[in-house]
């Protein structure tokens, strides 16, 4: 057994901002992040497009901000988490800047970017990887402290609450989390972690989708241990597909063409060059994600064509060559110049709203579980999430379950027996999982499902087959699972098979469309 004052499962923005406030408080702390790939891998790592945050007081201020994301969230944020984010936002933003994130300047001041459903320019930007950029920096500051101890290669399998505990009762209005199980990929065996706290920053859920611009860890692991931990899980049904990722025949991670370039002005056209964003909103290409995911879809259904294109031709060469030199560059390696040609892009799974329900401070229902970045509802996002907030939501909820971690370790009201009669994993009777390709089927299949009958426009029949298709695999699954010795990729199927029975249910559950969410039935 290996104890923790605090474990910190994931290592993007939103696990490394926490863990390095913590260390800075609480220096005799013993920190453990563990992360299940490589420690700098993570949704983060692949943003693009910036971090949204009011440095321009002259043209723009918070109130903006504000209204930007409601109306982006289709009115289903919370105003008050809404205030709390945006006003925090400069000061956080310091923070990161001091810890050595460096963004592009001009003139002395920042270079601020404009993306879709912002109404003035607040992006700040690292060319065009921020989230590498701000990775780098947090990863840096994170292993200088020496009570922080990172794990990588560590795959959480559940967390410990109450029902692992022999002779305790669930009691699904108290539960308590203990720490979770994790298994080490290089010894091949499962570890039991005791912590006080534990903070889940896992990221998305991409995956649940064949095509995603999130990287292969993106599998919905931390909302699917909680939900089966009976955390409360909410606002599924809200998936936002980015636009505009680069077009390929092979299903997987796609690369994403960012925001930001639509922002500088490039044009979405059909692949015989005619415009048709203003037929469905007078913004253009600069109407807020939602709206021109759907857009894109309409045409290509209409069209019977496999992508649209993305227009940069008109567009000044040098600045884009200096803002977007990785976009350039991957285009180039795929045989496209985007200066002479159409960019192929299509609408790809992006971003989940919803996730475990958490408060200001990052606390779930589940006692001493606190929750932070992608795989939360925090109140923030709404319907639809702004481009470029989500970094920030990192940054803010970090900050806040960081300092109430901090002020309930120095309370130090825990139950230590508990902690203690913790079994450890036990594996008797299993077997080794000799015939993976099982596992590669469901999942192809369950994505495969998803992505026809629970994409960007769903219906009543398509939802009603979903279950049903759902039900057939998470049987298999379940089957698998009970009789096998696990293994991440055995892990990753059952996560997202969770994942997926959230989001179907949730949707179901829908009365009318909001943001990105769109059933034609309702219509």
């Not at 606002?235 to 990722?245: G, V």
Request: glycine share 8%; charged share 25%.
């Amino acid at each position: 057994m290996i104890k923790a004052d605090v474990l910190v499962i994931g290592s993007g923005i939103s696990g490394l901002s926490y863990a390095i406030k913590v260390s800075e408080q609480l220096p005799d702390a013993k920190i453990i992040i563990v992360t299940k790939s490589d420690e700098d891998e993570s949704n983060t790592k692949y943003a693009q497009g910036g971090l949204a945050v009011v440095t321009d007081s002259k043209n723009d201020n918070f109130d903006k901000h504000i209204e930007d994301t409601m109306r982006a969230g289709d009115g289903e944020n919370k105003r008050d988490v809404v205030k709390m984010v945006v006003t925090e936002a400069p000061a956080r933003f310091n923070e990161i800047v001091e810890w050595g994130a460096n963004f592009d300047m001009k003139n002395g001041e920042f270079a601020l970017g404009r993306e879709g459903g912002h109404t003035e320019n607040r992006i700040v930007h690292h060319k065009d990887i921020t989230g590498f950029e701000i990775e780098r920096a947090l990863l840096e500051t994170a292993n200088k402290s020496e009570n922080i101890e990172i794990l990588d290669h560590h795959y959480v399998i559940d967390i410990i609450t109450q029902h692992h505990v022999p002779g305790k009762e669930l009691n699904e209005g108290d539960i308590h989390c203990y720490g979770a199980y994790i298994l080490d990929e290089k010894s091949k065996k499962i570890k039991k972690i005791t912590s006080k706290i534990t903070l889940v920053a896992t990221g998305g859920a991409g995956h649940v989708y064949k095509n995603t611009t999130n990287p292969t860890i993106a599998t919905g692991d931390g909302i699917a241990f909680v939900a089966r931990a009976k955390g409360k899980v909410s606002n599924m049904q809200y998936y936002q597909f980015h636009p505009t990722a680069l077009y390929s025949k092979i299903d997987g991670m796609l690369f994403l063409i960012s925001e930001a370039v639509r922002g500088d002005g490039a044009k979405l056209r059909t692949k015989r060059g005619e415009k048709f964003m203003h037929k469905y909103d007078e913004r253009e290409e600069l109407a807020s994600r939602d709206i021109v995911a759907r857009a894109i879809d309409a045409e290509m259904k209409i069209t019977g064509d496999e992508y649209v294109g993305l227009d940069c031709r008109k567009m000044n060469h040098e600045k884009f060559l200096e803002h977007f030199p990785n976009i350039y560059k991957k285009c180039k390696d795929e045989g496209i110049d985007p200066f002479t040609q159409l960019i192929p892009v299509v609408p790809a799974c992006h971003y989940l709203m919803g996730g475990i329900e958490v408060d200001k401070d990052g606390q779930s229902s589940i006692r001493n579980l606190f929750a932070v970045g992608e795989c939360t509802n925090s109140g923030l996002h709404g319907a639809n999430r702004l481009a470029s907030n989500s970094l920030l939501e990192g940054l803010v909820f970090g900050h806040n379950a960081a300092i109430k971690t901090v002020d309930l370790l120095n309370e130090n009201h825990f139950n230590f027996d508990d902690l203690k009669a913790v079994p450890e994993w036990n594996e008797e009777g299993m077997k080794i999982m000799d015939e993976m390709v099982i596992v590669s089927y469901l999942r192809k299949q369950l994505q495969e499902m998803m992505s026809d009958l629970v994409g960007i426009v769903r219906s009543n029949r398509r939802l009603n087959m979903a279950l049903q298709k759902h039900q057939e695999i998470a049987a298999a699954v379940d089957e698998i699972y009970h009789y096998s010795i696990l293994s991440p990729q055995l892990s990753e199927l059952r996560n997202l098979t969770t994942v997926a029975h959230l989001i179907i249910t949730q949707s179901m559950e829908m009365k009318e469309n909001k943001g990105a969410f769109y059933n034609k039935d309702l219509a």
